[in-house]
């Protein structure tokens, strides 16, 4: 019964290479995001869309692309991977303007770049 | 631009003590929310205070809001060792992105 899922839950690929994580939600939110967690723990949005509209787009390398084909569907490509990449990634979801306008986080994508 | 300040960093306590955890955050916002995180793991939803003067209390946790002052605080009562996590704030500047703060490792021991 899993509300918010990512698939994989570790990546570990080679500079240079092109990946994707998947994330798909069942709560029937609206909106859904991308953090990051580097190593340090500390977590930064990186996107958010809300009905398959980008709304938040930090400053994120364009290396990173995310794409929402459907409003429970949301997923991120990365190009030309980096070792700074390497990170934990964890998608989450809301329903926007409604209180408690409380995110829901999923398990994490655990991304390591050799 | 919104920083979110949690101090102290880490936090190493015997059972059964008290303590508390401090947010403080530049600009003032009435979202305020405290998320649990084990190690490897996903954020795990406390709390959410949405107004000046909000108390919300859950088992041995208590997290209040102050808007005036812009500052949040989690209390521990009583630490067990399950409650040994890293505890993060984060404030909304009614924007839906969520500011989080560095973190507070939590160690309890015997």
């Known amino acids: 019964d899993t509300a918010v899922s990512q698939t994989p839950k570790y990546l570990v690929t080679q500079m240079g290479n092109d990946k994707s994580i998947k994330c798909e939600q069942n709560?029937?939110?609206?909106?859904m995001y991308w953090y990051k967690q580097d190593s340090k723990k500390f977590l930064k949005i990186m996107f958010s869309y809300n009905n398959k509209e980008l709304i938040i787009n930090e400053t994120v390398p364009n290396r990173f692309s995310p794409k929402s084909p459907d409003k429970a569907h949301l997923n991120l490509h990365i190009n030309s991977l980096e070792l700074g990449d390497s990170a934990v990634y964890f998608c989450?979801?809301?329903?926007?303007?409604?209180?408690?306008?409380?995110?829901?986080f999923g398990p994490g994508t655990r991304l390591t770049v050799t | 631009e919104l920083k979110v300040e949690q101090n102290p960093l880490f936090l190493s306590m015997q059972e059964g003590k008290n303590y508390t955890i401090y947010c403080n955050y530049s600009?003032?916002?009435?979202?305020l929310y405290w998320y649990r995180q084990d190690p490897g793991k996903s954020l795990e939803s406390l709390f959410v205070l949405l107004s000046n003067g909000a108390v919300k209390q859950e088992g041995r946790l208590m997290a209040s809001l102050d808007t005036k002052a812009r500052l949040s605080t989690l209390h521990i009562t009583a630490a067990v060792h399950d409650l040994s996590a890293t505890y993060f704030c984060a404030v909304d500047l009614n924007t839906d992105k969520l500011i989080f703060g560095t973190g507070t490792r939590l160690q309890v021991f015997p």
């Open positions: 709560l029937g939110h609206d909106t």
């Open positions: 600009t003032t916002s009435d979202r």
């Open positions: 989450a979801s809301s329903q926007r303007g409604l209180p408690p306008y409380e995110q829901y």
